[in-house]
């Protein structure tokens, strides 16, 4: 087994170097002032119809509402300031998928399958080309998710806004009974990663602004590829293979690790999971934390560091599973497993998050 029990200690190793400092606060997006935020905004929302009946409280990655022997998965999320980079290249055909792919992969994580789809965008002026690629791009990431996009709105607000904002909401279903909301994570399940395509649409305020600081050109080549061309690589959509996996393994919980990256992992459980042995990153994130000089508490907690989805299942589960992750095109590995005790560990940079 690739995975490790408590106890081993891994020194730091050279993944990352230099005087940490950057922080995706000081970029201007402070996780721990959103939530204090969002608990204020949630505490004066109080309303409940009466009959309306809730699979999942707020806070989970998909909120379920009972619709005879269904439960309706809805999720609602945008591509976020990865825009602001679309619009600075004049480059808008991938971000369609990013749409999609934020909402679609919170669906899944409920066990539900996305059906439908619905976009907002906010635009300043009439760009055909702009028009033509997000299009195309939305069409490309239906194709890929299985959902038909049955409708949406377009804002035109050249007082509010400069550039470009997309976002949407996905619909999807699960049979009551089927739903996967983390109660069944138990001691000694292991932690299946699937890779990432790479940063996906998390934490571009800090990579805009570590570009920016250092005036770093777009063109600029990492390896074999631009920077532009990575940056603006689409979200990874894991609808086909999670429901696959779902179909053949007796799943206990889904995490889309997205904003928050490790942290997203309490959300399913009162338990201590324990990352022992990680997904190794793709370039671009070491390139980032180079950039920046950024410590790997910060780099976990702001991006997905290569794991774009974690499954959480029984051990003798394991080797189907990541089977079926690599027979759809996807990297996966066992990355870790659950532990009594609360939080997330990640024992080869001394890493522990025990809160959302």
């Known amino acids: 087994m690739a995975w ?11 993944l990352f170097k230099g005087d940490f400092m950057k922080t995706y606060a000081e970029a201007g997006v402070d996780i721990d002032k959103k939530d204090i935020f969002l608990n204020n905004l949630l505490r004066e929302i109080k309303y409940k119809k009466r009959g309306f009946n809730l699979g999942t409280g707020i806070g989970h990655y998909s909120s379920l509402i009972r619709f005879g022997e269904y439960y309706l998965a809805l999720n609602t999320d945008g591509v976020g300031t990865k825009m602001l980079i679309a619009d600075e290249l004049g480059k808008w055909d991938t971000v369609g998928i990013d749409a999609i792919a934020m909402n679609v992969n919170d669906t899944i994580c409920v066990g539900a399958e996305p059906f439908a789809f619905l976009d907002y965008l906010i635009i300043r002026d009439y760009n055909i080309k702009k028009a033509r690629e997000i299009g195309k791009s939305l069409n490309r990431g239906a194709a890929e998710a299985g959902v038909t996009i049955v409708g949406g709105e377009t804002a035109v607000m050249p007082d ?22 983390g109660k069944k994570i138990r001691r000694n399940d292991v932690i299946v990663g699937l890779e990432s395509s790479g940063l996906h649409s998390n934490g571009f305020t800090l990579v805009r602004k570590l570009i920016k600081e250092n005036n770093i050109s ?42 928050g990256g490790l942290r997203n992992l ?33 780099m976990y907690q702001t991006f997905n560091m290569g794991m774009g989805m974690a499954l959480i299942i029984p051990e003798d589960q394991s080797k189907e599973t990541i089977e079926i992750s690599i ?6 590995k066992i990355v ?12 080869e940079f001394n890493i522990f998050y025990d809160r959302y």
């Open 4 to 14: 490790r029990r408590p106890g081993v200690q891994i020194p730091a190793g050279p």
């Open 160 to 181: 509010m806004v400069n550039g470009t904002d997309l976002s949407g909401t996905s619909i999807g279903y699960v049979s009551i009974g089927k739903e996967i909301t």
């Open 218 to 259: 777009y063109d600029e080549r990492i390896g074999n590829s631009k920077l532009s061309n990575i940056l603006l690589k689409p979200t990874r959509l894991y609808v086909k293979t999670v429901l696959d996996v779902i179909k053949n393994v007796d799943v206990h919980g889904i995490a889309h690790i997205t904003g």
């Open 266 to 298: 309490i959300r399913l459980s009162k338990k201590l999971f324990i990352i022992n042995d990680p997904i190794k990153p793709q370039r671009i994130f070491t390139y980032i934390a180079d950039l920046g000089d950024i410590d790997p508490l910060e």
């Open 327 to 332: 027979k759809n095109g996807i990297g996966a």
């Open 336 to 347: 870790g497993y659950v532990e009594n005790g609360f939080g997330v560990s990640v024992p």
